[in-house]
């Protein structure tokens, strides 16, 4: 199983940027998504989620109103738009797989970086 997030990258405040996470080695359709991030000397928070279908969603209050998550399962992607980006967004962000929503999320990507210039 492989998740590969990307779209990271420099903005600066009030900007938008995408993520995207690509996944392969898993049927895609039967795994729940989220994402999460670290920011430095920070732990890792939750941020975002979305069940199979991608008709159920949730989000972190932090991030409420200006970031959505969405899949494209024919595609194996799930993405990440985040709005209004504010410099508290900084952090490396990962893409997470679980297989069923009381089950630890069991596969994560390798990272990437949303830096946020005020």
């Known amino acids: 199983v492989q998740l590969q997030a990307f779209g990271g990258g420099l903005a600066q405040a009030g900007d938008s940027l995408r993520l995207s996470c690509a996944a392969s080695?898993?049927?895609?359709?039967?795994?729940?998504m989220g994402w999460f991030r670290q920011a430095p000397g920070k732990e890792r928070e939750f941020v975002a989620n979305i069940d199979r279908g991608g008709g159920r969603t949730d989000y972190a209050d932090s991030v409420k109103g200006r970031f959505a998550i969405s899949r494209d399962n024919a595609k194996k992607m799930v993405f990440l738009q985040m709005n209004d980006l504010k410099p508290e967004d900084t952090a490396v962000y990962y893409c997470a797989a679980r297989s069923i929503l009381s089950a630890p999320y069991a596969y994560w990507g390798q990272g990437t970086l949303v830096t946020v210039s005020s």
């Open positions: 080695g898993l049927t895609f359709s039967s795994y729940r």
